[in-house]
């Protein structure tokens, strides 16, 4: 385990950051008092912030307080929409100030236009939300009593909420001018709405629900939502309703249109008990990211709260206009007093707002103040320090250049750099710096450099029967007021191999399932310790044992448990403890690491001061083979007998199955056979060759032979057949050439749909899998050799990647020529299809089946990258029924899902 580093981190918590502002305010009546300033210029420019960014400038001083409570910072033009109701009218007369009339709004929505919509307010931001009821929307059929019902319900803040009772045709219009909504905001709309629970839902599961929004002057976008999906994902809102995303829309500045939403449901499969309480719009919930150098702020967010801005009134009944550019006979200098007061994060929000506050958001007042008092003598111990002073041109670019590269201080013994959001110090203490139990022994510990780390040498551990690391610091080095926590930076000593050195294996030893005790405190005060584990499985492995003994690790016990997790940049690190650096603390801070137990603690690697292979354990190298793969494992079994032992033992084999296969092969008939074969190599190669039947003789269920992931066939009995359960239409059969007891045979339909389904949760993560239609042609097939099919694949509820594929190897040749009597929906249609040209040669490129070699063609459907964590629904989806020809002649065995080759 090559690299001993600790590591300390700031993260001020609320109180420390207050103290830390109040502990500036001591210094400013030496340069510029703030009680001087009065309080209408300090409460007009709080005004063009955020009312977040004036909570937390109320807290610089008593003026500020004075001035953050003003009505110039809270007036908003609300009056116009308020006026149009009683409760918006009582509102206004009653509340007792501005700022209580802003958070009334923002807790408690007012329904205005005679209770056809609901007002509110953004807290964050003050931006409008609007809400328009059931009432205030356009609903096909909504005032025919059998198809529609309007409820009251105690859930809503409308009077009346539409209840579908059943309907096939089902469509939403809305409308809105935006004047009612934020200038130059980005916002989202939402369809709020619940499932009945006294009536039987039906119609709402499996059909796409188109979706359309259209500003005046400009093109309508679509978009397409599903109900189920949405059911099942549980969009819930936290006020008894679900909603379901619409769509998004920019209002500008100074141009009021009207905004015109459609939600359409046009199959002609009956619906029924679907709740709609109405259409939300708010403004979209985005986090903020880099505008320029910053890296804080969004550039439209604070733009468009400087417009807003200049709308405020001076909080005159009346509405007397403030002059919006009131902010700009402000000095600057004073502008940048202000916000030297804030922090980084802020100043960077208010920067946007003019080109003065521009100006003096850049300014050295403002960034000097961000930095330690103390910087100038710690960039003085950097060797790197004319180099500094010379690439910077100005206190800001400075400060974010130690944000985000440390420097080394102490003759390359320590590690400075600033934490971006507050300015506050932090530390990393090099591998040289810290006492280190055997260090001085060139048999137990080794000094190497490491391209990856930011020292010149690291501590290579070679053997050691404990393992001791001290590190200590001042703690007047560190920033005031503020958390700390303390981190043990490490690596193990990894060999790589393959092309791209993408795996590898560890070649340190005396770690696994080992604990360590570490502490941090003050030398001779009071510490914090807790227990880490040198590895993650070794954490997870004393759990299972206590699981096994029928006995648990009380959350007491657990609590102070830790492991080591990945930081990004080749390193681990394991989180030691955490310490509060009080104002004018003078002790040193110590950090430990204490791992006593006697247990050699080495690292290996062949060829290594004379160490040879023979010597390795044999299950020393089974570990080693179980994190490569079948291919390499087979491949490295003739090395010699011993690797050859190590290749066949269960530890390797084990691994390259499936985490849940005892479950999976639990469901299988063959459960009893497969228990009796003699090892987990044998168990490996037998799902490789020979699929199992699961999940009731529904699916099958085998491995890829090179890689041990999963694939799975749906058979014909899985899948949703359209008119599958109608003798006329299709027939069931049972196959010789078919692993299940049941294929579908296609008799005669106008309409092909078939659908399956499978949670990617039952996939191998991080793999990507392609999706085939397993199927072959009877005698006297026939039309599918001209009429091209749509097929897909995505997650249930998303827009899926559809393209044509045709059936028939012969696609393109044959020309229609016949007359049909088909049935669409809910109508009957005669149609006369004459002679046709054959397809269009783009349809040509289209992709044709292709034998499997087990007496059946396969098509592909489309591909799916199935991620780490994915627990969403996957469909596949084959389907004709544009065309209305009737089509027959095909078996179908059902859906394979495989890893993509290649």
């Known amino acids: 385990m090559p690299i001993p580093f600790s590591n300390l981190s700031s993260n001020t918590d609320s109180a420390g950051r207050k103290n830390l502002i109040h502990s500036k305010i001591l210094g400013i009546s030496e340069e510029m008092p703030l009680n001087e300033l009065p309080e209408g210029c300090i409460a007009n420019a709080l005004s063009f912030t955020t009312p977040q960014d004036v909570g937390r400038l109320s807290a610089v001083s008593p003026i500020f307080m004075s001035a953050a409570v003003s009505d110039v910072v809270w007036e908003r033009d609300l009056e116009s929409i308020l006026s149009t109701s009683p409760d918006g009218s009582r509102l206004l007369a009653s509340a007792a100030s501005k700022k209580e009339l802003y958070f009334s709004l923002c807790e408690n929505p007012v329904l205005v236009d005679n209770g056809r919509k609901s007002f509110s307010l953004e807290k964050k931001s003050g931006k409008k939300c609007c809400r328009l009821s059931a009432r205030d929307l356009l609903i ?14 105690p859930a809503s803040r409308f009077p009346e909420v539409a209840e579908l009772i059943s309907v096939c045709w089902l469509e939403i219009r809305a409308k809105i001018n935006t004047s009612m909504l934020s200038p130059t905001t980005l916002h989202t709309a939402y369809l709020v709405l619940k499932f009945s629970r006294d009536t039987y839902c039906y119609g709402l599961d499996d059909q796409p629900v188109e979706v359309a929004m259209k500003l005046d002057g400009e093109e309508s976008c679509t978009r397409t939502v599903s109900w189920n999906a949405e059911r099942r994902r549980g969009q819930e809102r936290g006020d008894g309703w679900l909603e379901i995303e619409l769509g998004e829309f920019f209002t500008k500045e100074g141009k009021d249109e009207e905004l015109e939403i459609r939600v359409f449901d046009g199959s002609s499969h009956w619906k029924r008990g679907l709740i709609v309480e109405g259409i939300e719009i708010r403004p979209k919930q985005e986090e903020l990211v880099g505008a320029g150098c910053t890296g804080w702020t969004s550039s439209s967010e604070v733009a468009c709260r400087s417009r807003q801005a200049s709308n405020h009134t001076m909080g005159k009944k009346g509405g007397e206009r403030r002059d919006s550019s ?28 003019s080109s003065l506050f521009k100006s003096a958001a850049d300014s050295d007042i403002v960034w000097k103040s961000f930095f330690p008092h103390d910087y100038r003598s710690i960039i003085s111990q950097s060797n790197s320090s004319l180099q500094l002073a010379s690439v910077t041109s100005s206190m800001k670019e400075l400060y974010l250049k130690l944000c985000d590269k440390p420097t080394l201080i102490e003759n390359g013994r320590k590690s400075f750099s600033l934490n971006k959001p507050s300015g506050e110090k932090c530390f990393m203490l090099s591998a040289k710096s810290l006492e280190i139990a055997w260090k001085d022994f060139r048999i137990c510990w080794r000094w190497d450099s490491d391209p990856e780390s930011r020292f010149d040498q690291v501590a290579h551990l070679l053997r050691v029967p404990t393992l001791t690391i001290i590190g200590k610091i001042s703690a007047r080095m560190l920033s005031p007021a503020t958390w700390y926590t303390a981190y043990l930076v490490f ?42 584990f040198w590895d993650v499985e070794g954490w997870r492995r004393l759990q299972n044992r206590s699981n096994k003994r029928r006995c648990s690790v009380s959350s007491a016990a657990t609590s102070n448990i830790y492991y080591p997790k990945d930081r990004g940049d080749g390193w681990l690190e394991i989180r ?4 509060f650096n009080k104002e004018g603390e003078d002790g040193d801070l110590e950090m430990i690491v204490d791992d006593n137990i006697y247990h050699v603690k080495k690292v290996k690697s062949v060829g290594e001061e004379g160490m040879s292979i023979s010597v390795l354990p044999e299950g020393c190298i089974a570990k080693v083979l179980s994190f490569t793969g079948p291919t390499d494992a087979c491949r490295l079994s003739i090395v010699s007998s011993l690797f050859k032992s190590a290749e066949e033992s269960d530890a390797v084999w084990e691994r390259f199955l499936p985490r849940d296969y005892q479950s999976i092969i639990f469901t299988s008939d063959s459960s009893v056979l497969l228990a009796s074969l003699s090892s987990k190599k044998e168990l490996y190669l ?38 599958g359960d109608t003798p006329s239409y299709w027939r069931w059969n049972s196959d010789s050439s078919s692993r ?12 092909l749909e078939i659908r399956g389904r499978i949670y990617a949760t039952m996939l191998s993560p991080e793999t990507l899998y392609a999706a085939y239609l397993v199927f072959k042609p009877t005698e006297g097939a026939h039309g599918l050799d001209y009429q091209p099919v749509e097929v897909g694949v995505g997650v249930v509820g998303s827009e899926n990647g559809k393209r044509n594929v045709y059936l028939a190897s012969q696609r393109g040749q044959s020309q229609r020529h016949h007359l049909v009597r088909r049935r669409i929906g809910l109508y009957n249609r005669s149609r006369l299809v004459g002679m046709q040209e054959p397809v269009a ?30 627990d969403r629904e996957l469909e596949m989806s084959v389907q004709e029924v544009k065309g209305g020809d009737w089509k027959g002649g095909m078996i179908v065995e059902g859906i394979e899902l495989r890893p993509k080759e290649g």
């Not at 030691?576 to 310490?579: A, K, T």
């Open 326 to 353: 009131f902010h700009m006979m402000l000095p600057e200098g004073c502008l940048a007093k202000v916000l030297s007061f804030t922090c980084p994060r802020d100043a960077c929000r208010l920067s946007v707002v």
């Open 686 to 723: 037998r799902l490789c060759e020979k699929p199992i039947i699961i999940d009731d003789g529904k699916k099958s269920f085998s491995l890829v032979k090179k890689s041990g992931k999963k694939c799975y066939m749906l058979s014909a009995r899985d899948l949703m057949i359209v008119w």
């Open 740 to 751: 299940f007891g049941e294929v579908a045979e296609l008799i005669s339909v106008c309409w």
């Open 841 to 870: 040669a783009r349809e040509n490129n289209a992709q044709n089946p292709r034998e499997r070699g087990d007496g059946w063609l396969e098509i592909e459907l489309g591909e799916f990258f199935c991620e780490e964590g994915e």
């Open 576 to 579: 030691l403890g955490d310490f």
């Open 491 to 532: 690596k193990f000593f990894t060999v790589h191999f393959g092309s791209k050195q993408k795996n590898g294996f560890s070649l340190a030893s005396g770690f696994d399932g080992l604990s360590a005790k570490v502490s941090v405190g003050l030398v001779g005060g009071k510490t914090s310790s807790r227990t880490v």
């Open 140 to 153: 096909t059929w909504g005032d025919t009593p059998e198809y529609w019902t309007w409820n009251s319900d």
